[in-house]
């Protein structure tokens, strides 16, 4: 066949999908560089983002492979970097990336020489804190931790080297250069891939990010060239993987996983009867049994690079490695056939070392290494498709994310009559031998099974086990925010009836007999003229928004951190914190995290949702952030509550800061919100949080709920894209004002408490929570508490329509006052029974 111009002997493992899709490789202008088809194979996946998956060769991860090739690779990779820094080569260090290139990494600090190696991870361990954190965008599991025994592995000004699989946007490595760079400023940086696929926009991007941040950046790789996708390939490829899974599902069970099996069935064209997916693979009667090796693994020896791996351990893994070797062809016997060495997701340089000296050995006809994964693959059994097979078994290491499906590729229907599997000792459980060993035992003669000790640092202090946590809710199944959006530390108390009447709660929180987080007032729902009030003031003030956001987003980046972790405080502050990734990514390419907390009056914010974030991500860059002040409460609230975390920052960001309670805020102005004017259906569908004894437990999440039934009259996604629309117009303007307020006096003056102290005396109140100031905390008043009456302040145009039409159907006063620091000030009914209401449910005055 030809590609490219260029004549190929054997059938290449991306034509399938070329074909289909469209998708083209070009190879780029390196001398002497292997051809990509000689590197890569395509694939397709179920990905929201990136449709089509680049398959390595080389890499040892979805394709079994000489380990020699594999390592060779690598190391070869090192060599050359090795070449690049000379002299400065002592100092650098080696940082590769879970889970596809922790190995690679791993062989590329071998060739480099004397660096340590470190490697992101996404397992969580108790006792040590991360030492940064950073978010790969087109992953399947994007969070990444970076969780080193020697805190100051990373401190260092030597040359830091970066190594992935591939190089496709370069986003992954911008938004690790940026946090570290952020935390131990270098002046050299080196990337390293197999292969570097950018774009010639995303070449220009790096050039830029090096030349703003003072620093070199230069690249390695073993080829490089460049991804052709037509248009409409993302709907095209998922549609693709639904028809072809939808086909597997139809297969019988017997012999499903095996390409060579008997099954019968249909399925599109292309894809044999006997379906490539062994998810329902048949297991034969009565478990194989599993010869297990120990391979005397030294005390002290790290199974890998999460913790470091240092000049050292390397001595010491060398000396180690012919003993284990030896141990391992003994048990394998005098005539293991073909033999695959399997790695385990991140456990990956440790398998390929015994593999390469299992080969080096001649002890078995031919060895092969790969590794299983946690990445989701379509399988389709054509020689011009990269991933012909694939088992599926459930994790086995307790994951941080919770229980989930696990695959290992181009296994079944290889004709291996031996499989080593190699897995750390927190993956040696029950969990294994059900699952992937026994999905193993019907593909190949014979299952061996040896255990690495899973490595635990030195400074880890004895702790007491603390509950695993789960991971963020995303939509859709929870919210209807985007899963990138937004991932909500909450639990879902969707099918709890909460809800109760506005009187009836207002009197039992008054009468000091319940919280008001231990109920949910009814959802407003608004009629058509309080509908049309919203679309004006959002078309009105999408601009005026958008300025906001873009002035507090830019002021967060130049004083608090250049890669900060969002934390919106549920749900107000939401929707802000989902404009503010926004604006990240639309003017620097920046994939912020951003998670959402409930934090309550009185009781304090979710210490949970804190011990989840301090697991996941430094604290000094989590920026808490919140729709606008008041008087300042919850800002208050905030800051007490975070007395008993170390490394917080309790200085919260707001859109708005009527109040002058903050000093990072988008304007101090307080007009209209539109999201303000909503309740769940302009946040997600998501009601406000929820703390109930008898339903939230000392190791619960806070809860909410999820209002899916509201979807028809949903607007969130609309308000964000709305005010998202008028970035590129208001960005002059935003840097204008940012220089401005990064020279400025911004101290808080709390003049909004003090206004609401004297307010709540001239009124009789003699309660300052009973005073809601500024527009947002009206309308929250009007929407869902029992309202006395209004101040507004005299002359207030437009910004007030919606307040004056809600204040006329609930029956409220609506009283014009002068000398009033805020737009508005909603009065809660003092001393309220539900006497206090007439017939119709609406406010009286107080006599």
């Not at 991933?387 to 994790?395: E, G, K, S």
């Amino acid at each position: 066949m030809t590609r490219k111009g260029k004549t190929i002997d054997t059938v290449w493992s991306g034509t399938w999908v070329a074909e289909r899709l469209g998708v083209e490789l070009g190879q780029g202008a390196d001398e002497g560089a292997p051809r990509l088809e000689e590197l890569l194979g395509l694939a397709l996946r179920r990905n929201p983002k990136r449709a089509h998956l680049l398959v390595s060769q080389l890499l040892g991860k979805h394709v079994p492979q000489s380990p020699e090739a594999v390592y060779a690779a690598g190391h070869g990779l090192g060599l050359r970097v090795r070449e690049l820094l000379g002299d400065t080569a002592a100092s650098a260090v080696v940082l590769g990336y879970a889970e596809t290139a922790t190995g690679l990494g791993h062989c590329v600090a071998d060739g480099l020489g004397p660096a340590p190696y470190l490697h992101s991870t996404r397992r969580p361990v108790a006792g040590v804190r991360p030492a940064g954190g950073f978010e790969e965008a087109h992953s399947h599991a994007t969070s990444h931790l970076l969780l080193p025994e020697d805190p100051e592995l990373l401190a260092g000004d030597g040359p830091l080297v970066l190594v992935d699989d591939e190089f496709s946007t370069g986003n992954t490595v911008l938004n690790t250069i940026r946090d570290l760079h952020a935390r131990h400023p270098r002046g050299h940086y080196v990337v390293v891939a197999l292969v570097d696929m950018r774009s010639a926009a995303d070449r220009d991007r790096l050039t830029a990010f090096a030349a703003e941040l003072g620093a070199r950046v230069d690249l390695i790789a073993l080829a490089s060239g460049t991804v052709t996708l037509p248009d409409g390939v993302l709907a095209r490829g998922r549609a693709l993987v639904e028809e072809y899974e939808a086909a597997y599902a139809r297969q019988p069970e017997a012999g499903a996983a095996d390409p060579a099996g008997a099954g019968e069935g249909t399925a599109p064209d292309g894809v044999p009867a006997r379906a490539a997916d062994p998810g329902a693979a048949a297991v034969p009667p009565g478990p194989r049994p599993v010869t297990r090796v120990r391979l005397g693994w030294p005390a002290g020896l790290p199974d890998g690079g999460r913790h470091g791996f240092t000049p050292a351990h390397r001595e010491a893994l060398e000396a180690a490695l012919p003993a284990m070797a030896g141990r391992l062809t003994a048990a394998l016997g005098e005539r293991p056939g073909r033999v695959l060495v399997l790695g385990n997701e991140e456990l990956m340089y440790a398998p390929l070392r015994l593999a390469r000296a299992l080969e080096a050995s001649g002890a078995a006809c031919e060895v092969r290494f790969s590794s299983t994964t946690r990445s989701p693959v379509l399988a389709v059994d054509d020689p011009g498709y990269a991933i012909r097979t694939r088992l599926v078994f459930p994790a086995h290491d307790a994951p941080a994310d919770g229980p989930g499906d696990r695959y290992a590729y181009n296994v079944a229907g290889a004709g291996f009559d031996t499989v080593v599997a190699v897995v750390d000792s927190a993956g040696d459980t029950p969990e294994l031998h059900a699952g992937l060993l026994a999905r193993l035992a019907p593909h190949t003669g014979r299952v061996v099974l040896a255990v690495v000790p899973s490595y635990a640092p030195d400074r880890q202090e004895p702790t007491v086990t603390e509950p695993q946590l789960p991971e963020p809710l995303r939509g859709p199944a929870f919210s209807s925010y985007a899963p990138e959006d937004v991932g909500w530390l909450l639990q879902d108390l969707s099918g709890v009836r909460l809800e109760a009447p506005t009187e009836e709660r207002e009197e039992a929180i008054q009468a000091g007999g319940a919280h008001y987080a231990e109920s949910l007032p009814v959802e407003y729902q608004p009629s058509p003229q309080y509908q049309e009030l919203y679309r004006s003031a959002l078309s009105a003030s999408a601009a005026r928004i958008a300025r906001a956001v873009g002035t507090v987003t830019e002021t967060v980046l130049a004083e608090r951190s250049p890669r900060p972790v969002l934390v919106s405080l549920a749900r107000a502050g939401t929707p802000v914190g989902v404009l503010m990734r926004r604006w990240a990514r639309a003017r620097h390419g920046l994939d912020l995290p951003h998670y959402a907390v409930s934090i309550v009056r009185g009781r304090g914010i979710d210490a949970n949702a804190l011990r989840w974030l301090a697991a996941h991500h430094d604290p000094a860059d989590v920026v808490f952030v919140d729709g606008w002040t008041g008087k300042g409460a919850i800002t208050r609230e905030l800051r007490e509550a975070l007395t008993g975390f170390e490394g917080f920052d309790p200085e919260i960001v707001v859109l708005a800061d009527p109040g002058s309670c903050v000093k990072t805020y988008g304007t101090r102005e307080d007009f209209l919100i539109p999201s303000a004017c909503l309740n769940s259906t302009v946040s997600g569908l998501v009601s406000r949080t929820v703390l109930r004894a008898d339903l939230v437990g000392p190791d619960d999440f806070h809860g909410a709920k999820f209002y899916r039934e509201l979807a028809a009259a949903d607007v969130s996604a609309a308000f964000v894209d709305t005010v998202a629309a008028r970035f590129d117009e208001v960005a002059d303007a935003v840097a204008a004002e940012v220089k401005e307020l990064l020279a400025a006096d911004r101290t808080p003056t709390w003049v909004g408490w003090a206004a609401v102290e004297r307010i709540s005396e001239e009124y009789g109140i003699h309660d300052v929570n009973l005073v809601k100031p500024g527009v947002g905390e009206t309308t929250r008043v009007l929407l869902r508490r029992v309202p006395w009456k209004i101040l507004a302040q005299r002359g207030a145009g437009p910004d007030l329509d919606h307040v004056r039409l809600l204040a006329e159907q609930r029956g409220v006063p609506v009283e014009e006052v002068d000398d009033l620091p805020y737009t508005c000030v909603g009065l809660i009914h003092p001393r309220f029974t539900r006497g206090a209401t007439g017939a119709d449910g609406k406010a009286v005055s107080s006599q």
